[in-house]
T-cell receptor, first 111, second 116 residues
Framework: DAEITQSPRHKITETGRQVTLACHQT?????MFWYRQDLGHGLRLIHY???????NKGEVSDGYSVSRSNTEDLPLTLESAASSQTSVYFC??????????FGEGSRLTVL | DQQVKQNSPSLSVQEGRISILNCDYT??????FLWYKKYPAEGPTFLIS???IKDKNEDGRFTVFLNKSAKHLSLHIVPSQPGDSAVYFC????WGSGGSNYKLTFGKGTLLTVNP
């Protein structure tokens, strides 16, 4: 079955370190998204991509970057992790019906 | 500026009764609406959607109602079951051609607890 997977599922890092969260989907969807979920804020869009070599900033993009070198992957990089980036991160891809399919999430703790 | 609002952080209902979750939006350009359900330690999963050409969409125990003039939608769950206990997110989007229309904007979520 086609799916979307995130890794790692859990990560603890230190302030200032670079962190990369991986996202891989096998549906061949062009649209991919990264969200973060925080208590009291719901799901907020970090970055998104509509295809290879296309990347766009969402509402909370500061401190994050993404790259899209192929259809299947959209890695999210925190260039210099900050405690404010402690969160649960969800990757998602979207098909032509408009429905988003989410990964299981990556819980990141920045100490 | 919160474009999608779920004003009730939590809702508690008895098993077998109706659960009504509400959502308001401010952007009149939104024309496609979805509800997602999220269990702890899992990713959100799609539940039901509705486009602005309809005012109601049903799928089993789940019905979504859309009131465009009030910019309001609601999710009805009848009858509610303990397994429905989860966080429910309302989401909205513009539909149509062009990549810029595909972003989903989410509300903050409502935690539904269905008591046996």
């Amino acid at each position: 079955d086609a799916e979307i997977t995130q890794s790692p599922r859990h990560k603890i890092t230190e302030t200032g370190r670079q962190v990369t969260l991986a996202c891989h989907q096998t549906w061949n969807h062009n649209n991919m998204f990264w969200y973060r979920q925080d208590l009291g804020h719901g799901l907020r869009l970090i970055h998104y991509s509509y295809g290879v070599q296309d990347t766009n900033k969402g509402e909370v993009s500061d401190g994050y970057s993404v790259s899209r070198s192929n259809t299947e992957d959209l890695p999210l990089t925190l260039e210099s992790a900050a405690s404010s980036q402690t969160s649960v991160y969800f990757c998602a891809s979207r098909d032509g019906t408009g429905e988003l399919f989410f990964g299981e999430g990556s819980r990141l703790t920045v100490l | 500026d919160q474009q999608v609002k779920q004003n009730s952080p939590s809702l508690s209902v008895q098993e077998g009764r109706i659960s009504i979750l509400n959502c308001d939006y401010t952007n009149s350009m939104f024309d496609y609406f979805l509800w997602y359900k999220k269990y702890p330690a899992e990713g959100p999963t799609f539940l039901i959607s509705i486009s602005s050409i309809k005012d109601k969409n049903e799928d089993g125990r789940f019905t979504v109602f859309l009131n465009k003039s009030a910019k309001h939608l609601s999710l009805h769950i009848v009858p509610s079951q303990p397994g429905d206990s989860a966080v429910y997110f309302c989401a909205a989007s513009r539909w149509g051609s062009g990549g810029s229309n595909y972003k989903l904007t989410f509300g903050k979520g409502t935690l539904l607890t269905v008591n046996p």
